[in-house]
């Protein structure tokens, strides 16, 4: 299924290199307490909330947090008869940066790691931006404990297909002013948030992040392996910001990788769309929950 809500596309080139890197950083905690799960030698924060035989794990991108997921896990819509866990990636919102290089297998262990804590055996995955293909690789490590996949404004295909093209993106945060080109990339990339004040948080999140893992985040998708089209068995939800990126091709992708892949298309919001319309980003979202029985 393709859907669509009517209206124009505001992203900038900027926002591309989002879709395929990730989100770091330490901002705005959470409200539930915040619990943390052991990962080589060091732990993993999240937060966990609600019960019920559904548990949803939902995934930040680059230089962000789990509080991006603020208004779903809020939502009671959400929460009827469901757990919700949100979760802060290595280096990110309150877990500390690790000691092992960013990965996107390390994003997938430090999933496993929260899970395990948890005591959850399978989940549905909700990743934004990099949390895209982080929840991705998850899949492909832990097929049993992966019930269902729901991609929001992520992509399952490389936008760079030579690593000089990731270098020429990367080597601007590699510098001695890495502070200022990251402030200059957020901001032009944050232009089409809706809220101004929404603007100003996210933007004061994803500056905290450290050089080492702003680059980091990056640098995790580069593995071509991450990028290989081998097939999605689990059902998909992909949710999209209508933008010149997620063309009818990269859907014919998609749903050559997922062929039941319920594909959406929302228009009038920025990258960061469950934030700009919190409400029929979950209606989607529970709509989807529902058919699948969950």
Same mark, same amino acid.
């Given at each position: %299924?393709?859907? #669509? /809500?009517?209206?124009?596309?505001?992203?900038?080139?900027?926002?591309?290199?989002?879709?395929?890197?990730?989100?770091?950083?330490?901002?705005?905690?959470?409200?539930?307490?915040?619990?943390?799960?052991?990962?080589?030698?060091?732990? /993993?924060?999240?937060?966990?909330?609600? =019960?019920?035989?559904?548990?949803?794990?939902?995934?930040?991108?680059?230089?962000?947090?789990?509080?991006?997921?603020?208004?779903?896990?809020?939502?009671?819509?959400?929460?009827?008869?469901?757990?919700?866990?949100?979760?802060d990636l290595p280096g990110h919102g309150d877990s500390a940066e690790p000691r092992a290089a960013y990965s996107m297998d390390l994003f997938a262990?430090?999933?496993?790691? /929260?899970?395990?804590?948890?005591?959850?055996? #399978?989940?549905?995955?909700?990743?934004?931006?990099?949390?895209?293909?982080?929840?991705?690789?998850?899949? #492909?490590?832990?097929? =049993?404990?992966?019930?269902?996949?729901?991609?929001?404004?992520?992509?399952? =295909?490389?936008?760079?297909?030579?690593?000089? =093209?990731?270098?020429?993106?990367?080597?601007?945060?590699?510098?001695?002013?890495?502070?200022?080109?990251?402030?200059?990339?957020?901001?032009?990339?944050?232009?089409?948030?809706?809220?101004?004040?929404?603007?100003?948080?996210?933007?004061? %999140? %994803?500056?905290?992040a450290s050089q080492r893992t702003m680059v980091g985040g990056m640098e995790a998708a580069v593995d071509p392996a991450i990028w290989q089209p081998?097939?999605?068995?689990?059902? /998909?939800?992909?949710?999209?910001?209508?933008?010149?990126?997620?063309?009818?091709?990269?859907?014919?992708?998609?749903?050559?990788?997922?062929?039941?892949?319920?594909?959406?298309?929302?228009?009038?919001?920025?990258?960061?769309? %469950?934030?700009?319309?919190?409400?029929?980003?979950?209606?989607?979202?529970?709509?989807?929950?529902?058919?699948?029985?969950?």
């Open positions: %299924m393709h859907g #669509r /809500v009517t209206g124009p596309w505001t992203a900038t080139a900027l926002l591309l290199a989002v879709l395929v890197s990730g989100c770091s950083t330490a901002g705005t905690k959470a409200s539930v307490a915040v619990h943390r799960a052991p990962l080589d030698g060091g732990d /993993v924060a999240y937060s966990d909330q609600g =019960q019920g035989p559904t548990t949803l794990v939902f995934v930040h991108g680059w230089c962000c947090n789990r509080t991006v997921f603020a208004a779903q896990l809020a939502d009671p819509l959400l929460a009827r008869g469901r757990r919700l866990i949100a979760i262990r430090a999933i496993a790691a /929260v899970l395990d804590d948890a005591g959850v055996q #399978r989940a549905v995955l909700v990743g934004h931006s990099n949390g895209t293909p982080a929840i991705r690789q998850f899949y #492909r490590r832990y097929p =049993q404990r992966t019930a269902g996949l729901v991609l929001v404004d992520g992509t399952l =295909q490389s936008f760079f297909t030579e690593p000089a =093209q990731w270098e020429q993106f990367l080597a601007p945060l590699r510098g001695p002013d890495w502070q200022q080109r990251a402030a200059d990339f957020v901001d032009a990339m944050l232009a089409p948030v809706h809220s101004a004040e929404q603007r100003a948080r996210i933007r004061a %999140m %994803m500056l905290a081998d097939p999605i068995a689990v059902p /998909v939800l992909a949710v999209m910001a209508d933008s010149p990126y997620w063309t009818e091709e990269y859907a014919a992708f998609v749903r050559q990788l997922a062929p039941a892949v319920d594909y959406h298309l929302l228009d009038s919001v920025s990258h960061f769309l %469950m934030i700009d319309a919190p409400a029929e980003f979950d209606a989607l979202l529970a709509g989807w929950l529902g058919r699948n029985g969950w």
